[in-house]
């Protein structure tokens, strides 16, 4: 693996546990991840200046985190009834 695999991986899995951690600590909503992934995808498009490849690696890695706990987070919302 090459430190590009490397940064990439180790930014993801980082990103994923804060991400579990905010879930389960706080009372973090759907709504607020959704809206920090959006004001993520407005920071990578932002990229007028260009943050060099190791923030680029970073960047794409959060995002798929992101990206990959909403979708874990509505598939399991879908699969768990409200317990009102």
């Not at 009372?27 to 990578?44: R, V």
Request: charged content about 40%.
């Amino acid at each position: 693996m090459d430190w590009r695999e490397l940064t990439y991986e180790k930014t993801f899995e980082q990103e994923m546990r804060g991400l579990e951690r905010r879930r389960v600590s706080t009372a973090c909503t759907i709504e607020e991840i959704e809206s920090l992934l959006e004001s993520l995808y407005k920071l990578d498009g932002d990229n007028w200046l260009g943050r060099g490849e190791v923030q680029d690696i970073v960047m794409s890695a959060t995002i798929a985190a992101y990206e990959r706990f909403l979708a874990e987070w509505r598939r399991k919302a879908r699969k768990e009834p409200d317990a009102d």
